[in-house]
């Protein structure tokens, strides 16, 4: 898989390394700088595949930068961040040759399809300039279990109840709670994401509630929080169960009050939030071990939504894969009409711990190595055939292996692919557990998600 190296240029660190956990977590490689100084240096250093920067930097703008890169490295795409009411900057920057820009609060869905499509095309010399793109297509298949499913978002959208979305890794309840918010009378107000795992414990109340200038060490200037974006609109918390006991605090307040405190302010600000949260573990469990607060599983309980994995919607799969195959031909430039009855065959047999967004990655692959017009076996990564291979053998062996498979990819997934906690909670070292990634050939399984 090739390595895509994005510099992310920002000042506001937080912010910047959220940034760069969720591109690594997609498989990119993320690299920082914090004013464009430090940017230039990068590039000559590290010379990365595309370049992200924040408009207001400390030293000169990011429109200067844009500048400078596309003198020395015309070929090289630059995505800026823009905010509200920079719309200026933004036509500006379009026309000195950005391949895009996107608007903060930033939708991560939107962040990824234009970073695929800046690092896989040819580049257009030039872009329109007006509308940012549009809202993902949402895949709703046929299978009673997730007919059900939308039936449930569906009565919910219309209300503004607090909705906690349960799911398993990669089922798309990010992708669900926009839909919500789209079928909502909020849909034409902001939606924000907040990936509550990848917020460090020091900074997540900066990062939700916002602060005042010298509220704490690198607090350089007044910032506004995730809430404060999605005022009038929908606030998505992505693994609410991250969150520490000081925060689950402060959010419990702010919903039961509708009012927020900035870090370091005391002032109250009226906010007007729907509160959307999904995790993939139970809080009910955790509210009994004490990691999570009673009265806050409750306030975000009001409606409970649960998306089945994949594997229990068999009906849909080849609805996914048709789709996302549509998806890539258009994106490299591929041609596949058909997909063989063995390549079907073993996408069907495969058990899918990561969900739709491994299936996703797969099938980005395929079509990226696929040569003909139809989706061939050998397009497929190899733990498809490894996994169906072993299945045909009904003896004892094979079936305790296939286990075997079947728990390492599930742990790591839980893991979100960390192979010392992977070990620990099989029990196992983690020279053990190299041996079996490598004799069952998961390396291209832990490639998809990078670490
Ligand atoms: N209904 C859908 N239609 C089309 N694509 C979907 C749908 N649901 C999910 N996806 C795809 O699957 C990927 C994973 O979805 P999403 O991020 O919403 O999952 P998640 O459950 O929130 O994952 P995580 O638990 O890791 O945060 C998305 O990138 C999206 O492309």
Not at 210 to 216: D, P, R, Y
Not at 323 to 342: D, L
Request: with cysteine; net charge neutral; aromatic share 6%.
């Amino acid at each position: 898989m090739n390595i895509v190296k994005i510099l992310i240029v920002e000042d506001d660190r937080p912010f910047a390394s959220m940034l760069g956990k969720y591109l690594a977590r997609n498989n990119y490689t993320p690299i920082r700088a914090h004013s464009t100084q430090e940017a230039k240096r990068l590039l000559d250093k590290e010379e990365p595949d595309l370049i992200l920067t924040d408009v207001r930097l400390p030293d000169e703008d990011g429109l200067s930068l844009l500048e400078t890169i596309k003198t020395i490295k015309k070929e090289l795409p630059v995505i800026l961040m823009t905010s509200f009411g920079q719309v200026k900057s933004a036509v500006a920057a379009m026309k000195k040759g950005a391949h895009e820009y996107i608007t903060k609060p930033i939708d991560h869905e939107e962040l990824l399809r234009i970073i695929e499509e800046a690092t896989s095309s040819p580049k257009p010399t030039q872009k329109p300039t007006s509308t940012p793109s549009s809202k993902p297509d949402f895949i709703k298949g046929k299978s009673a279990a997730f007919q059900q499913t939308l039936e449930q978002a569906h009565l919910v959208a219309e209300t503004d109840l607090s909705v906690l979305i349960l799911g398993e890794s990669g089922t798309g309840k990010e992708y669900l709670s926009r839909y919500i918010h789209d079928h909502s009378t909020r849909s034409d107000k902001p939606f924000v994401a907040v990936d509550c795992g990848a917020l460090s414990k020091d900074l997540a109340g900066s990062e939700l509630f916002g602060h005042v200038k010298g509220a704490f060490t690198g607090a350089t200037s007044n910032k506004e929080g995730q809430f404060s974006a999605a005022n009038t609109g929908t606030l998505f918390l992505d693994e609410i169960g991250n969150l520490s006991y000081d925060i689950q605090v402060q959010l419990l307040r702010a919903i039961e009050e509708r009012t927020i405190r900035k870090v370091g302010d005391t002032t109250p600000q009226k906010v007007d939030v729907r509160i959307i949260a999904a995790t993939n573990e139970p809080l009910g469990e955790q509210t009994s071990s004490e990691n999570f607060r009673e009265d806050l599983y409750h306030r975000i309980n009001e409606f409970q939504i649960d998306i089945p994995p994949l594997r229990e919607r068999s009906e849909d799969l080849m609805d996914f894969v048709e789709q996302f195959i549509q998806t890539y031909n258009q994106e490299f430039g591929r041609n596949v009409t058909s997909i063989s009855p063995e390549a079907k065959q073993l996408i069907k047999n495969y058990r899918w711990p990561g969900n739709i967004r491994e299936l996703k990655n797969v099938i980005r692959r395929a079509v990226l190595l696929e040569k003909s017009t139809s989706l061939s076996p050998a397009s497929l990564p190899d733990f498809l055939s490894t996994r169906s291979a072993l299945e045909s053998k009904a003896d004892l062996k094979s079936m305790k292996q296939n286990r075997e498979i079947t728990m390492i990819k599930e742990t790591l997934i839980k893991t979100n692919y960390n192979k010392s906690k992977t070990a620990r909670l099989l029990n196992i070292d983690r020279s053990t557990l190299y041996d079996k990634i490598k004799k069952y050939d998961l390396e291209v399984f832990i490639d998809q998600r990078g670490e």
